[in-house]
């Protein structure tokens, strides 16, 4: 696989910044997620003298490109300011799927109140975001099926009387900004169905805890398979040796991400067909998706696999001369390890050893190649006075990258979930 395959050709990107924020349900599982969305000048969007219609067309253009990585069935929140409420503009998208969170800043007036009734009654699902207790927001109390409250900051009786408050209404109750397990737990107990913070990415340590010794294994053959030096053949032979993974490979080359006219039927013929950097990521994919595929790990993989493939497309695009695009394919896809394993990540690096900055931007030093993970992490978030000044200080092209981010997405999710959708087409 040479450099000219980092940007796929039959997709076609806007230059669309999309941040994804995952919700989660009461059993920790992922049950949707809300997107934030920043053009990056596009053309199509700044022909448009009237500001609402070109975030109308960001949102409805984001829209259709983000679901092409989310898997079926998932709700997705999007974001809508007044003016977009009162001309409908919600009714671009899909009331299957599509929640319509109503910011905090939408004041609760006659008008906003007969469009949300019509959104409403056109089958939409309404959230209320931030809601702490303040006066006159009954009618949109009445109106929502979602009611979200930030739970960052904020005194936990104040939080219990919300909470209490809010039973008298018929909906369900999202609690956001979870950043650790008290407050996850406060949140269950006063009747929140719903989750969503950074608590959900980041390691819960737990003392005592010691480094399963099959992932341990694991971790190893990952990093003897990303040696320079490794040959295919080898690569093929360590799978061979595990027959979870054969099997694994099989369905996978002969899965809907490829397109070959017969099956292939041997561990050898498919190494050779998919070449050396295809099998080497496809091997050490395969064994950090052995490390847990549920709950919240479910989308830390996704976010590690996004992050791999998106770093490796700008080390090209930034001629990365100290670290190849397979080094910063590494980087990305360890980003989470801590998160995943539930434990330090030095504790991880002890058995992994790597390049000495490498280690350092894991561990959260803030050196150079930090940086790169910082950024990854700004466009999840939708921090978007970071990432633009993250683009500067790596003088890439903003069009460009936001482009890559979402043929990052789009390749994670093929390379996560094309084998499923090939067993099961409902995934799709």
């Known amino acids: 696989m040479d450099q000219a395959s980092l940007t796929p050709p039959k997709t076609t990107y806007l230059p669309i910044f999309i941040g994804r924020q995952t919700i989660y349900d009461n059993r920790l599982n992922v049950w949707g997620y809300e997107l934030l969305f920043r053009s990056s000048g596009n053309d199509n969007v700044a022909q448009f003298s009237d500001p609402e219609q070109a975030t109308a067309m960001v949102i409805t253009e984001g829209f259709s490109m983000a679901t092409?990585?989310?898997?079926?069935?998932?709700?997705?929140?999007?974001?809508?300011?007044?003016?977009?409420?009162?001309?409908?503009?919600?009714?671009?998208?899909?009331?299957?799927?599509?929640?319509?969170?109503?910011?905090?800043?939408?004041?609760?007036?006659?008008e906003i109140i007969a469009s949300l009734s019509t959104l409403k009654d056109n089958g939409y699902t309404i959230a209320l975001d931030d809601y702490v207790g303040q006066p006159g927001y009954d009618p949109l109390l009445e109106l929502a099926d979602i009611i979200k409250v930030e739970f960052l900051g904020r005194p936990w009786t104040e939080l219990i009387k919300i909470g209490q408050k809010l039973h008298k209404y018929r909906c369900l109750l999202l609690a956001e900004k979870v950043e650790n397990r008290p407050t996850l737990e406060l949140a269950a107990s006063l009747g929140f169905s719903y989750f969503q913070g950074f608590f959900f990415s980041r390691p819960e340590i737990i003392t005592?805890?010691?480094?399963?010794?099959?992932?341990?294994?694991r971790i190893r053959l990952i990093h003897e398979i990303n040696a320079k030096d490794f040959e295919v053949s080898q690569v093929a032979k360590i799978i061979s040796q595990d027959p979870g993974l054969s099997f694994r490979l099989l369905k996978h080359i002969n899965s809907v991400?490829?397109?070959?006219?017969?099956?292939?039927?041997?561990?050898?013929?498919?190494?050779?067909?998919?070449?050396?950097?295809?099998?080497?990521q496809w091997a050490m994919l395969s064994m950090?998706?052995?490390?847990?595929?549920?709950?919240?790990?479910?989308?830390?993989?996704?976010?590690?696999?996004?992050?791999?493939?998106?770093?490796?497309?700008?080390?090209?695009?930034?001629?990365?001369?100290?670290?190849?695009?397979?080094?910063?394919?590494?980087?990305?896809?360890?980003?989470?390890?801590?998160?995943?394993?539930?434990?330090?990540?030095?504790?991880?690096?002890?058995?992994?050893?790597?390049?000495?900055?490498?280690?350092?931007?894991?561990?959260?030093?803030?050196?150079?190649?930090?940086?790169?993970?910082?950024?990854?992490?700004?466009?999840?978030?939708?921090?978007?006075?970071?990432?633009?000044?993250?683009?500067?200080?790596?003088?890439?092209?903003?069009?460009k990258t936001a482009m890559n981010h979402l043929r990052a997405a789009d390749w994670a999710y093929k390379m996560l979930f094309a084998q499923q959708a090939t067993e099961n087409p409902s995934l799709k």
């Open 257 to 280: 991400f490829y397109s070959f006219r017969h099956n292939v039927r041997s561990i050898s013929q498919a190494v050779t067909l998919m070449g050396s950097r295809a099998i080497k």
């Open 288 to 399: 950090l998706a052995d490390i847990g595929s549920e709950g919240k790990n479910q989308e830390l993989l996704f976010s590690s696999v996004h992050r791999a493939r998106f770093l490796e497309i700008l080390a090209v695009e930034a001629n990365q001369r100290k670290h190849d695009p397979d080094t910063m394919f590494l980087l990305g896809l360890f980003s989470n390890l801590d998160a995943m394993l539930n434990l330090p990540m030095e504790d991880i690096l002890i058995h992994l050893p790597l390049e000495k900055d490498i280690g350092a931007a894991l561990r959260g030093e803030d050196n150079f190649m930090r940086q790169w993970i910082k950024m990854t992490i700004a466009v999840e978030r939708g921090d978007w006075t970071s990432v633009v000044s993250m683009i500067d200080f790596f003088r890439l092209d903003e069009q």
């Open 208 to 217: 005592g805890r010691t480094i399963p010794t099959a992932v341990v294994n």
């Open 68 to 110: 092409e990585s989310i898997p079926k069935g998932r709700k997705i929140f999007i974001n809508y300011p007044t003016g977009l409420l009162l001309k409908n503009a919600p009714l671009a998208l899909p009331k299957e799927n599509c929640v319509i969170e109503v910011l905090e800043t939408v004041k609760p007036n006659p």
